[in-house]
């Protein structure tokens, strides 16, 4: 019963470093999102995917970019990371039925220093 | 575009007392409403959603919102708080089944003993 997985949980990155932060799902949800979460701004969009090989720009993708290969997964990669990209990431998968609600994985906390 | 406005990003009650957390949402179109709730260090768990079966509707530990339409809002609300309740409540909103939830800032709820 794992539901959306993320990893690492934690990581600290120099400026300029690259990394990626996986996301799997094992509801066979067409739709997963990345998001970012500071502190009192709610949570960004970053990129979203509505199924394999199609992925869409969301409210903040600068700095970042995503790949969906299959439906299972949703990798989000940082190039050269800055300070504003220190934040919390969030995965989240959701069916195409109507009115469902969005499944969140733990987040990964990501400082870059 | 879909926007979602938590008034008050921090509540705090007394236990026992009542929870009031507020949220209105604009949008052109009849919206999918949500409230999650994220407890320190973990990821996002859905309370509630909207589904226009009903303008009230129950969620779990006791939570309620109701759906009021002519005044954009979609309120969460508690008779009785209990410790165990401090946590952040984030409302979101979709315009449809897969698009993306929308979510509003946050609100922390402080329960004092």
């Known amino acids: 019963n794992a539901g959306v997985t993320q990893t690492p949980k934690f990581r600290i990155l120099k400026i300029g470093q690259s990394m990626t932060l996986q996301c799997t799902q094992d509801m066979n949800h067409n739709y997963m999102y990345w998001y970012r979460q500071d502190p009192g701004m709610g949570l960004k969009l970053i990129y979203y995917?509505?199924?394999?090989?199609?992925?869409d720009k969301g409210e903040v993708p600068n700095g970042y970019n995503v790949s969906r290969s299959t439906t299972e997964d949703f990798p989000l990669r940082l190039e050269l990371a800055a300070p504003s990209q220190t934040s919390v990431y969030f995965c989240?998968?959701?069916?195409?039925?109507?009115?469902?609600?969005?499944?969140f994985g733990q987040g990964t906390r990501l400082t870059v220093v | 575009a879909q926007s979602v406005t938590q008034l008050g990003s921090h509540v705090s009650v007394s236990e026992g007392a009542l929870v009031l957390l507020r949220c209105n949402y604009s949008?052109?179109?009849?919206?999918?409403l949500f409230w999650y709730v994220q407890y320190p260090n973990q990821g996002l768990q859905l309370l509630l959603k909207y589904t226009s079966a009903a303008t009230l509707v129950k969620g779990i530990n006791g939570f309620e919102a109701e759906f009021k339409k002519s005044e954009t809002s979609f309120h969460l609300t508690k008779p009785s708080a209990h410790m165990s309740d401090a946590a952040e409540y984030f409302c979101a909103v979709s315009k449809n089944a897969g698009n993306m939830l929308t979510f509003g800032g946050g609100t922390r709820l402080m329960v004092k003993p």
């Open positions: 949008s052109s179109v009849p919206p999918y």
């Open positions: 995917s509505v199924g394999a090989g199609i992925t």
């Open positions: 989240a998968s959701r069916s195409r039925t109507v009115n469902t609600e969005a499944f």
